[in-house]
């Protein structure tokens, strides 16, 4: 069974910095786009950066271009997400996503979800 775990939110101050991971496992067919997303309190969810498997090519949201780094370990098939310069504005659940086929931001056509981590940026 396919399964996304999210792992490394917390409390940070503004400035700071967080790395999440994502592990994937369980797929039998690899997917095509793994993403990150984030929900905040009120709101829709974001795409904030995602990556193809194919070529690896990444994405980001204009939001936190220069500030957020998306990156895989294929061996131990996990993709992480590297966040600089974190702002207030940052403060969401993030979520894991993948999907076999799709390629692109659209939130609901990822069928695949992790259970979400709390990132928190507050002094």
């Known amino acids: 069974q396919e399964q996304l775990v999210e792992s490394g939110g917390g409390l940070v101050q503004p400035g700071g910095s967080l790395r999440l991971s994502c592990a994937a496992s369980?797929?039998?067919?690899?997917?095509?786009?793994i993403a990150w997303f984030r929900q905040a309190p009120g709101k829709e969810h974001e795409a904030v950066s995602w990556l193809t498997n194919s070529d690896g090519r990444t994405y980001y949201a204009d939001s936190v271009k220069g500030r957020f780094t998306i990156s895989r370990d294929k061996a131990k098939n996990t993709i992480y997400l590297q966040m600089n310069s974190l702002k207030p504005e940052d403060t969401a659940v993030y979520y894991c996503?993948?999907?076999?086929?799709?390629?692109?931001?659209?939130?609901?056509?990822?069928?695949?979800w992790g259970q979400g981590t709390q990132v928190t940026v507050s002094s």
């Open positions: 996503a993948a999907d076999l086929l799709y390629n692109g931001s659209y939130w609901l056509r990822y069928d695949f």
């Open positions: 369980g797929f039998t067919k690899d997917y095509a786009t």
